[in-house]
């Protein structure tokens, strides 16, 4: 169950949004490269696109065995929850947790790192106002863009610089599995989406400002062709214009939304221990509600024309495979997914599913038939690893001490 957040007074402030304050300055960019064409093989943001489906068509991983091409230090969060998904964009990774740090994707050499403490993953949004791109973050007040390339040095050493924060009055963080945790953010178009508060703020990537605001609840929205979907618990689904921020899009199945994937020809909803098929005029198209499994919330992957989710039962809780014509199952995993603070997001690349699963890093799993190809368990132990990011064959995640880059062995 999504526990009743209740509603809180917000800064207002003129030029913003109410509810929502800038105060951060825009900052000039003093590099002097032009910025690179987005490569359709990174991983910018958690579950690979603002649609949320967690496929990447033109990616591959290591697929029969796994090595460790390189591995970087870094200070994760405290929990015992899995750790943030790694992002990939113009040849840099970022790992974040109790530190945030900047790789070089080929070397594994620190591009930048700093002390910020985040809990959840950035994502990469293009920014008309800079050279290079924005790395948004949701922080438990609202949310911070960075210079994604560090830029500034502090005794010669490259930092992140802030380039705008915006936030309300209090702190407003989400409660899963025990633990705070804030929104995934989602960039499209130049926008940064982030829930906050109940609400769905639609934020200027170069400056900061807040365009619109609208309800909505859910961790993580949904972005596909020029509308962002978002969930409210009690009242259903909802679709905005990303621009202007007009309702265009609402279905209201039943009580209980939890989260929503955008796939090619249906919206999937999480609601609360089912999930539905939704065409994108709002008809409920199919559910699956098995009785032996339960659901509490939790990323659902797309693929090819599959939906790939995890679900508690009597003795394990396996990833489902589940097929979005009709809503029929096509198998289940033989090994329990990792389920803290809710299930985990897929990662699908190549006919492959990479996944964590419980205390035991990260798996990867034939989208045939739900078999096991290998599993990796990192040296520094300590709960579960992070979800999988996959750029030009390699997959990166984060263990309890180190940013891993993996390939085929």
């Excluded at 953010?185 to 769905?200: C, Y």
């Excluded at 905005?240 to 955008?262: M, N, R, W």
């Amino acid at each position: 169950m999504v526990p009743d957040i209740s509603r809180r007074r917000v800064l207002t402030s003129t030029g913003a949004a109410a509810g929502l304050l800038p105060i951060g300055t825009l900052l000039s960019d003093r590099r002097s490269d032009s910025e690179r064409q987005h490569q359709s093989n990174d991983w910018p943001m958690e579950r690979h696109n603002p649609a949320g489906t967690g496929y990447a068509p033109n990616a591959r991983g290591p697929k029969h065995a796994v090595s460790v091409r390189w591995k970087q230090r870094i200070e994760t969060s405290l929990g015992a929850g899995y750790k943030p998904t790694p992002i990939v964009a113009d040849g840099l990774v970022y790992g974040a947790g109790q530190q945030l740090i900047c790789a070089d994707t080929a070397s594994g050499e620190t591009v930048f790192r700093t002390d910020r403490n985040y809990n959840s993953p950035p994502t990469i949004a293009r920014s008309r106002a800079y050279r290079s791109p924005t790395l948004a973050f949701s922080t438990p007040r609202g949310a911070e863009g960075l210079h994604a390339h560090g830029d500034q040095a502090l005794a010669g050493v490259p930092v992140g610089r802030t380039r705008w924060s915006v936030g309300d009055e209090k702190e407003h963080s989400l409660l899963f599995g025990g633990q705070p945790s804030v929104s995934i953010p989602v960039a499209s178009n130049g926008i940064v989406f982030v829930i906050s508060n109940d609400t769905l703020h639609a934020i200027d990537a170069s400056s900061g400002r807040v365009r619109w605001q609208r309800e909505g609840d859910g961790r993580r929205p949904a972005v596909r062709n020029g509308t962002v979907y978002v969930t409210d618990y009690s009242k259903g689904v909802f679709g905005y214009d990303i621009e202007t921020g007009k309702q265009t899009f609402s279905a209201t199945p039943s009580h209980g939304a939890l989260s929503v994937t955008a796939a090619p020809t249906l919206l999937i909803a999480d609601m609360d221990s089912r999930l539905i098929g939704l065409d994108y005029e709002g008809t409920t198209v199919w559910r699956y509600n098995p009785a032996d499994l339960s659901r509490d919330g939790g990323p659902i992957a797309v693929a090819d024309g599959v939906a790939y989710a995890g679900f508690n039962g009597n003795r394990r809780s396996p990833l489902v495979a589940i097929d979005t014509v009709d809503g029929t199952e096509r198998w289940r995993s033989d090994v329990s997914i990792e389920s803290t603070p809710q299930f985990a997001p897929p990662a699908i690349a190549d006919g492959v599913i990479y996944i964590p699963v419980e205390d035991e890093g990260l798996t990867a799993i034939d989208t045939r038939d739900g078999s096991v190809l290998w599993q990796f368990v990192p040296s520094d132990r300590a709960g579960p690893g992070s979800p999988a990011a996959l750029a030009d064959g390699t997959l990166y995640t984060l263990g309890s001490d180190h940013l891993y880059a993996l390939e085929e062995a």
